[in-house]
């Protein structure tokens, strides 16, 4: 059973940066996609960044493309989420997600979620 827990949020400044990490156990990293969603208050879960299995290809939401960097490090079995230039309109719960041999599409279906790590941007 994978398990991933989400940590790195918090409340920043509009302009600020932060970095989400998504620990996941129970499997070796390398097999799975690892996705980045957000859902904000009011609005349905979108997909903001996601990574293959092996060798890693990316995506970027539109929203997201210039702003945010995905990575893994499969030696710590964690996967990150480097956000820069964050805007109001970031602010939501971000969940990280895994897909057993993804191909790193976001709106591929993912089977396992973390809980959440709260993002808010405000000054």
């Known amino acids: 059973q994978v398990q991933l827990v989400e940590s790195g949020g918090g409340l920043v400044q509009p302009g600020g940066s932060l970095r989400l990490s998504c620990a996941v156990s129970?499997?070796?990293?390398?097999?799975?996609?690892i996705g980045w969603f957000r859902q904000a208050p009011g609005k349905e879960r979108e997909g903001v960044s996601c990574?293959?299995?092996?060798?890693?290809?990316?995506y970027y939401a539109d929203f997201a493309e210039g702003r945010f960097t995905i990575s893994r490090d499969n030696a710590k079995n964690t996967v990150y989420l480097h956000m820069t230039s964050l805007k109001p309109e970031d602010t939501a719960v971000y969940y990280c997600?895994?897909?057993?041999?993804?191909?790193?599409?976001?709106?591929?279906?993912?089977?396992?979620w973390g809980q959440g790590t709260q993002v808010t941007v405000s000054s």
């Open positions: 997600a895994t897909r057993f041999l993804g191909l790193g599409y976001c709106s591929d279906e993912y089977t396992s």
């Open positions: 990574i293959s299995s092996g060798v890693g290809r990316t």
């Open positions: 129970g499997s070796t990293l390398d097999y799975y996609a």
